[in-house]
């Protein structure tokens, strides 16, 4: 189990370089992996901690912070607490999405806070002008395996015309309604609208609990037509 748990590092990174195993569902590509559903069926409440960040930007992580626990707890999928940096049960606790935890220190959070998984994340950088810029890393770790569940991976750039595409369409299926005559603008212009855009793409990568109960698509095909094909294969 030491072992396993001292791997979780190097899954995640190998599973962030290394995405075509689980490709986004949506035409633009984010770096992110994502367990298979019976690992997440597993787990029944997640820790969520406060975001680190540079100091200068630290409004800014807990705007996107919060924002992401509530998307995250919208999916529906286990429960979610949110955890400040400076509550007690914190203390001495490793709660750095980018340095390595070994099992001893797993056991110690899962103790102290009372979960099966953590996540734990970084604003790495965020900038409103000219155009809005943000940089996250989330990684959701299986506290009792010391697997990597879910992790992302990604820098969102206001100035890119993809970017502005994608913010269109926030604004149209997530935001419009009772804001007119404001466009999809205002999520450019405002640190609220913009993070609250980073963090519905982020936690999007995250199916929601009625996606991973979906039983898979089975063929339409009319039985015995399978028999059929084969047979006339086989005797060619």
């Known amino acids: 189990m030491n072992a396993q748990a001292c791997l979780a590092i190097v899954v995640v990174l190998a599973a962030l370089t290394g995405c075509a195993d689980n490709p986004p569902a949506a035409a633009w590509s984010m770096d992110h992996y994502l367990a298979s559903p019976a690992e997440l069926m597993r787990v029944r409440s997640v820790a969520f901690v406060e975001l680190a960040s540079p100091l200068a930007d630290a409004p800014r992580a807990q705007l996107l912070g919060q924002s992401l ?3 995250v707890q919208h999916r529906g999928l286990f429960s979610v607490q949110y955890v ?3 509550d ?6 490793p709660l750095d999405v980018n340095r390595q935890m070994d099992y001893r220190q797993m056991q110690q959070i899962r103790q102290a806070l009372g979960c099966d998984a953590i996540i734990l994340g970084e604003m790495s950088h965020f900038q409103q002008y000219p155009r809005a810029r943000a940089g996250l890393h989330l990684c959701m770790v299986d506290l009792r395996e010391g697997t990597v569940l879910w992790a992302v991976k990604h820098a ?5 015309r993809e970017t502005t595409r994608r913010i269109r369409k926030y604004w149209r299926e997530n935001v419009r309604d009772g804001y007119e005559p404001a466009n999809e603008d205002l999520v450019q212009m405002s ?7 980073v963090s519905h793409e982020a936690v999007s990568t995250l199916p929601t609990r009625d996606e991973l109960l979906r039983p898979p698509a089975t063929s339409h095909e009319p039985p015995g037509s399978a028999e059929a094909t084969s047979g006339k294969q086989a005797t060619r």
């Open 156 to 160: 969102w750039d206001g100035s890119d």
């Open 88 to 93: 007690f049960r914190c203390r001495s606790l």
């Open 191 to 197: 640190p609220h609208w913009f993070l609250k855009f």
């Open 84 to 86: 400040a940096r400076d």
């Open 69 to 71: 626990y509530e998307d």
